[in-house]
């Protein structure tokens, strides 16, 4: 009993990786915007992977504000609220309360359900970079990186790779520090976030999502991050949208590399 336990994980695991070696979008980052990019592609039927570094995928939704653990979305997210099948009550001024430890459960569940592969334990350290264009995603055990190990990683190739890291735009920065390349951000590289305008925060997420070099997009937080807007705290409207956004913008692209 013991080994077939042991055999059934292996074979299962190891099926489920090679599945994921060449992908149509590599999601770093496990946070609202990247796991509702990965249901909608997933949805449309393109192989997706997302990738988060910690054991809990969920990124800053699952603690609420101050871990009080409900978040605010507005009437305009309200629709994807519906179609992922989330609780949600009413509260003032065209907002929704929903606990968040249901939504952040909810959004994987349905994700991975839509037929997304979610590797945890996953650090994205570095992306291929072949003839201008971001292809593929490098990476390595969380722990192998915490210990700082002199191990290599693997490498997953992907016609698209989303940076959904959250506040710290993690792979924009990599691309950016490691190639010397221009972005498509107002000053060509990462500006960082603003202080706190919950309004405009929201709003620039969304107009914030985007492809910045050929392969590489930006979603959520990253999104405001790359492009130096504001922050907005325990609202989620915008994360939704903006990975719905970057869903969109992902299939085109996909679509355009394979024509
Ligand atoms: O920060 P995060 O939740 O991303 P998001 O989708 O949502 C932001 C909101 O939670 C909140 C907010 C708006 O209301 O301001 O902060 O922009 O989740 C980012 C996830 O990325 C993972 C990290 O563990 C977290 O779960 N992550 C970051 N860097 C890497 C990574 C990396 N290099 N490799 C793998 N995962």
Redesign the pocket.
């Known amino acids: 009993m013991e080994t077939l336990i042991s055999q059934g994980i292996i074979d299962s695991y190891f099926g489920k990786l090679t599945a994921c070696l060449h992908l149509d979008a590599a999601i ?7 796991i509702v990019c990965a249901y909608y592609l997933a949805k449309q039927g393109y192989r997706v992977a997302l ?4 054991l809990s ?5 699952w603690g609420g504000a101050m871990m009080f653990n409900d978040i605010v979305v507005q009437d305009e997210a309200l629709p994807i609220i519906e179609e992922l099948g989330l609780r949600h009550k009413p509260y003032r001024e065209g907002t929704h309360i929903v606990d968040s430890v249901h939504a952040t459960a909810g959004l994987l569940y349905r994700a991975t359900e839509a037929g997304a592969t979610i590797f945890n334990c ?4 570095d992306v291929v970079y072949k003839q201008g264009r971001v292809g593929g995603v490098v990476v390595n055990w969380t722990p192998v990186l915490r210990e700082g190990l002199h191990v290599d990683p693997l490498t997953l190739a992907a016609a698209t790779v989303l940076d ?5 735009c ?2 924009a920065k990599t691309v950016a520090r490691k190639n010397g390349v221009t972005l498509n951000t107002p000053t060509g590289g990462v500006i960082g976030e603003m202080s706190m305008d919950a309004a405009e925060g929201e709003r620039t997420t969304i107009d914030n999502t985007k492809e910045i070099y050929p392969g590489l997009f930006v ?4 999104a405001n991050g790359v492009s130096g807007s504001f ?6 409207g915008g ?1 939704l949208l903006s990975g719905k956004k970057a869903a969109a913008l992902m299939a085109a692209a996909i679509e355009a590399q394979r024509s």
Request: negative net charge.
């Open positions: 770093v980052g496990g946070g609202p915007s990247g990738f988060d570094r910690k995928p969920g990124g800053g939704m996953y650090s994205v350290e959904a890291t959250g506040h710290d993690e792979i979603s959520g937080m990253a922050r907005m705290g325990p609202i989620f994360m």
